[in-house]
């Protein structure tokens, strides 16, 4: 069926499911108010498949493979190789005639394009394994009884139930809802919340406006509901727009530098190989011989193994950071992690213990007095929204309340939502009295409240006594103990079941409650190892000033400079930027509180992280260069993240930094060496051309070469990094890159040039008859020490000295070394047309080779000295 087709029929039958009663669905979908039996499911699986959009997986391996040879560089050897087909067998004599250019040309793309299908493939398979670990749970009614399942084992007839914090499963009639507000940014791009309710508003033909539907991908901001699965995976209203979605991918920083570098090394080519042609065109007179020659050099010229060389390098990193227990949903990211020098992080489980425990239930006299606990533990018990730590918290004295349970029954709900700041549950006992109990932040509570419980008295809460109560807040707060405030209502038995949040108000304010999350012991002393590393720490909270810095001297954070949300949301952005700098902690913040400082942040330059794990950091998260969240997180913190902490510890942390940092080295260890590399050899060939009455080497040995120096750098990802490397934050530079260049690149060329000369006056390979001598000679030079420049730029350090390569870089660089100088002895020599060569030259390699060694060691010091940089 066309995709036109299919988008047709969900379009359809999602406005069908809209208007059928719920009986009807539940008998279409073989689903009933038990919701389905495990048996049902496990058929439906069978039928429907997981709940996953298709478009989501990993392309398939031949895909892959096929896409692998699809690059500009072969396209490059496929019309060198074309060419080679007319020259070397259509338009030559039989006995002439040669297949070695073709084979050798069609084996370089083989194995380039086959290295680089491994690599992508295994970077692949590690990223869906990986991704694996993080499982996102949807409370589902199955055999007639509420569990927690996997997303993708939802299935179309699931009876679910959701909260605020959760992303909708798959797509959803409306059962029951109770102040339903939920993000369809996924889907319409807008940032503003829908109400949605199991009524059915008429009007819109438009299905993310269809008032009892919630869509698969859409998260629920505040509110509770209960519906039943309509569609899932591939047939759900998001896989039609999917493609449409992907296509909107915002370019990342990480993307952005290795594009740039890319452009600077390709617009290199096409400057300098033009010149390689024009030369050897103009002074040898053979026009079609030098084109084959400069399309050579083209090929030597760009950066063909940077894909495989970047993959291997951030699919090595995922594998070893989660080890650690830190898992890459995106392996762009890795790169931000060690680019980052601001992490912006909230307080709760990160500077803190993440256990919070009840200290204090104190009435208006700042008394322990267990009714105010009381009240506490029944709005927590009864609340069906998303339970914080300190709901839960409160629920540990359960065994003092069990018998709550055959007291009273929950009738009502007015779940939490981020402006009000408070929640409420109304609660009808055996004698039909109902009463309303809300919980909240203190400045919300007191805002609602016209009385207040003092010794069993029912009073006016006048100023005094709301004084004292904020006096009491402070003093707890100074010991480091967030608070919240506990407030009844009666409410008449007659009063009809439609509660709203304007029914929240002439409360009586009973008490206070005092939670304790301690400082992580040891979190000052890794604080400041990534100050060491170059990473600021900014905390991001909705606690008040009092409690936060307490925490915040607790483990050695300047506490001198705080602001708050109020005061953020009065500043313009010039006026708040000027006080980012400066500022440590920023306490009371709303979600876009959050996300606001993190791009303001960004637009001065900085590499920003966000660590958070709540429905109200998302914002935030997806703001942010690097979003880190937890497993333990709601499903839209850790659907915005690209990093996932399987433990909330900023040890955690550290490592990912460092991991990502060593990365980036070498990464940029390749680069490096290409640009110089390709550099130095263009020079050779520019000066070489000018005064040979031969091509300095042919195409094939060329290509031999590339091919050779290539495989060397494959174990550059497994490489040592140097700790002076990973001291401070870095990123993609394309003048950076292009300043190396024109540094390093030329001394390999002084080296070349002698070559150049001692093949030329000593070794007497300056004619037409002796070229293939010359060939050899260079062929050699070259290829040794290109291999000898990865150890020399690997490392700000003398090499072999104070900082050895990793084994498999040494062995592998070996082998090439080995192997390039036994090509000329071999039957190679015949299809290379190189020839042996005699002791002696090896004796003049070796001197070369030392002073080659020693003249990098010496512009390296001057190189450091003048840009501060190495790596």
Request: aromatic letters at 10%; hydrophobic letters at 45%; glycine letters at 6%.
């Amino acid at each position: 069926m066309e995709k036109y087709e299919v988008e047709k029929q969900i379009k359809g039958s999602l406005k069908l499911y809209s208007e059928a009663e719920i009986t009807t669905i539940y008998q279409e979908l073989e689903s009933g108010v038990e919701g389905l039996s495990s048996i049902s499911a496990e058929k439906k699986i069978k039928k429907y498949g997981l709940n996953e959009i298709s478009n989501q997986k990993p392309k398939v391996w031949y895909v892959q493979l096929f896409l692998a040879f699809l690059n500009p560089f072969n396209l490059i050897l496929g019309t060198l190789a074309v060419v080679s087909v007319f020259t070397d067998i259509v338009f030559v004599k039989a006995e002439e005639k040669s297949w070695v250019s073709i084979f050798f040309i069609l084996s370089m793309i083989l194995i380039s394009s086959l290295i680089k299908f491994i690599q992508e493939y295994n970077s692949s398979k590690t990223a869906q394994r990986l991704k694996g670990l993080i499982v996102t749970k949807v409370t589902v009614l199955r055999d007639g009884d509420w569990k927690e399942i996997d997303l993708k084992k939802i299935v179309p007839g699931d009876v679910i139930k959701l909260a605020a914090g959760d992303i909708v499963p798959g797509d959803l009639r409306i059962i029951k809802s109770k102040d339903l507000f939920i993000s369809q940014s996924v889907l319409t791009g807008e940032s503003d919340p829908v109400e949605k309710s199991e009524k059915l508003i008429k009007g819109s033909n438009i299905i993310s406006e269809i008032s009892n539907l919630a869509l698969m991908g859409t998260n629920i901001l505040s509110g509770s509901a209960t519906g039943i699965v309509l569609h899932t995976g591939g047939m759900a209203f998001l896989s039609t727009i999917s493609e449409n979605l992907s296509g909107l991918k915002v370019e990342t920083s990480f993307e952005k530098g290795i594009d740039d570098i890319s452009k600077l090394l390709i617009k290199f080519m096409f400057v300098m190989v033009p010149i390689v042609f024009f030369i050897n065109g103009y002074l040898k007179h053979e026009w079609f011989e030098s084109l084959l020659f400069s399309l050579s050099v083209a090929i030597g010229l760009t950066p063909e193994m940077l894909p495989m060389i970047v993959t291997g390098n951030l699919t090595k990193g995922a594998i070893e950071l989660s080890k650690k227990k830190t898992i890459v949903k995106k392996l762009d990211s890795i790169h931000n992690f060690g680019a980052m020098n601001i992490l912006c992080t909230d307080k709760t489980g990160t500077l803190t213990l993440d256990k919070v425990s009840v200290v204090k239930y104190l009435n208006l006299h700042g008394e322990q007095d267990d009714n105010v606990l009381y009240f506490g533990y029944l709005n927590s018990f009864f609340q069906t929204g998303l339970k914080n730590l300190m709901d839960r918290a409160i629920l540990d004295f359960e065994d003092q309340h069990a018998h709550i349970k055959n007291e009273y029954k929950k009738i009502d709900e007015l779940p939490f939502d981020f402006d009000r700041r408070r929640m409420s549950v109304i609660l009808e006992d055996n004698s039909k009295q109902r009463i309303m109990i809300t919980k909240g932040a203190i400045e919300e509570m007191l805002s609602i409240s016209k009385f207040a419980e003092v010794d069993g008295e029912i009073i006016p809460l006048e100023e005094e006594i709301g004084n004292r109560i904020k006096d009491l807040v402070n003093e707890l707060n100074n010991d480091g103990m967030r608070v919240i405030g506990i407030s009844k209502k009666l409410l008449s038995k007659e009063r009809e079941l439609n509660f709203a949040v304007k029914d929240e108000v002439d409360v009586t304010f009973i008490g206070i409650l005092g939670f304790l999350d301690p400082a992580k012991e040891g979190v000052g002393e890794i604080l400041k190892s990534l100050n060491g590393y170059g990473v600021n720490i900014k905390i991001l909270t909705g606690d008040n000033e009092l409690v936060t810095k307490k925490v915040c001297r607790d483990i050695g954070i300047d506490t001198s400079n705080t602001i708050d949300g109020e005061l953020i949301d009065k500043l313009e952005d010039i006026e708040l930027k000027k006080l980012l700098g400066e500022t440590t902690i920023f306490c009371k913040l709303s979600p876009s509180n959050k996300s606001r400082i993190i791009k303001l942040l960004q637009e001065m330059s900085n590499t920003v992280g966000f660590m958070g794990d709540g429905i109200n950091d998302s914002p935030a998260l997806r703001q942010a260069d690097v979003g880190i969240s937890v497993d333990t997180g709601v499903d839209i913190a850790k659907e915005s993240a690209e990093i996932i902490l399987l433990e909330k510890d900023l040890t955690v942390l550290l490592e990912g930094v460092i991991g990502g940092r060593k990365v980036f080295t070498n990464m940029t260890k390749y680069l490096k060496m290409t640009a110089s590399s390709n550099f130095g050899n263009v020079f050779s060939v520019v000066i070489a051309s000018a005064f040979l009455p031969f091509l300095p080497m042919l195409p094939i040995q060329i290509l031999f070469q590339n091919l050779l120096y290539d495989i060397s750098q494959i174990s550059i990802p497994w490489d040592n990094v140097d700790e002076d490397e990973i001291l401070k934050p870095k990123n993609w530079s394309a003048e950076n890159i292009g300043t190396f260049m024109i540094y390093i690149g030329p001394v390999s060329s002084i080296f070349d040039i002698l070559t150049f000369l001692l093949m030329f006056y000593v070794f007497k390979a300056n004619s037409i008859e002796t070229q293939a001598l010359f060939h050899t000679g260079w062929f050699i030079e070259s290829i040794l020490s290109q291999t000898l420049i990865i150890h020399l730029i690997r490392t700000r350090k003398i090499p072999f000295i104070q900082s050895n390569a990793n084994i498999k870089v040494i062995l592998l660089t070996s082998a090439i070394m080995i192997f390039a100088i036994c090509v000329p002895y071999t039957k190679l020599n015949i299809s290379l047309e190189f020839v042996p060569l005699v002791p002696l030259y090896f004796v003049w390699i070796i001197f070369m080779l030392f002073g080659y060694f020693f003249l990098i060691l010496i512009m390296k010091r001057y190189y450091i000295k003048k840009f501060k940089n190495w790596l």
